[in-house]
């Protein structure tokens, strides 16, 4: 297969990977290159954690964060510092022939740092990952607006997306200004401060036995090294399902779910509409001008 002038052998097109709705890998790839202007600018210069089902959605699949030794010289990798010492080669997904190569590896899922290159130690991105506790999908929506609220309230611009799992994401673009520590610790107060305006609902707490059957909001993902679902990534559900970018009004689409939204109708909703993240790098903000801010409000509380 010719992408971009570049040679990708392509192997077992016809092979199943979601056996309930007989979608294929040929399928996949046939997504992942026409959803290729969409994904590639979230995940350009970043390293990439790749979730794996090189036999499909029923077998035993497994996170790949070390580019292996067989992969072509034309693929883009970076060495990274690792948290525990020493060093990691890691894939860096920059153009469309690497993103068909990977998915012709059985990828199914990308999973990006929330920073990039050539500034990986201030992260671009800062999220928050809503989760049901049940199958009750209400409590995450009415959670992502009580984070909203407060995110308009400071002045952060924030976007929604569905995970294609569980919850949705909330992504806000930073400029890359701040540390980890910094963007992790105001991501910490800022769902603390959430989750006390409804304690009954939702909850920070880290060990699910704390939960007590309410919504989590997950704040830890704003770590060094640590990735997040790409936004128009398919996920490892039978239908396929796609981390979708929604606007915020769509909150109010009756059914909605983390999984509303599939690699067989992502292409008609994109023809009807806008994408609602057109704009997301061009609203970056300087978190630091948010701390003072976040501070007198949690003081309030």
Request: with cysteine; net charge neutral; charged share 30%.
């Amino acid at each position: 297969m010719e992408v971009e002038s570049q040679q990708v052998e392509i192997k077992n097109r016809e092979k199943v990977f979601f056996p309930e709705y007989g979608i294929t890998k040929g399928d996949l790839i046939d997504y992942y290159e026409r959803i290729s202007d969409y994904i590639l600018p979230f995940l350009e210069n970043r390293p990439l954690s790749l979730r794996r089902y090189p036999d499909g959605i029923t077998t035993k699949g497994f996170f790949q964060k070390e580019a292996p030794d067989y992969f072509p010289d034309w693929i883009d990798t970076t060495e990274i510092e690792k948290k525990e010492g020493g060093t990691i080669r890691q894939v860096l997904c920059n153009n469309k022939a690497t993103l068909i190569y990977l998915v012709n590896q059985g990828t199914l899922s990308l999973h990006p740092w929330l920073s990039r290159l050539p500034e990986l130690n201030k992260p671009d991105h800062l999220v928050f990952d809503l989760d049901p506790p049940d199958q009750n999908f209400k409590p995450v929506i009415e959670g992502t607006r009580i984070l909203k609220k407060i995110l308009d309230e400071l002045g952060v611009p924030a976007f929604i997306m569905t995970s294609g799992g569980k919850g949705l994401h909330i992504v806000c673009p930073l400029k890359p200004v701040s540390g980890f520590d910094t963007v992790r610790s105001f991501a910490k107060k800022t769902a603390q401060y959430a989750a006390g305006k409804d304690p009954d609902s939702f909850t920070t707490e880290v060990r699910k036995d704390e939960r007590k059957n309410r919504v989590f909001i997950d704040y830890l993902r704003n770590g060094y090294a640590q990735t997040s679902i790409a936004p128009y990534s398919a996920r490892a559900q039978q239908n396929a399902t796609v981390a979708t970018p929604l606007a915020w009004d769509e909150l109010n689409k009756s059914g909605l779910t983390s999984g509303y939204y599939h690699i067989k109708n992502i292409f008609r909703r994109l023809n009807q509409i806008e994408d609602p993240w057109k704009e997301f790098y061009s609203k970056a903000c300087n978190l630091e001008n948010f701390i003072p801010k976040l501070d007198k409000l949690a003081d309030k509380s």
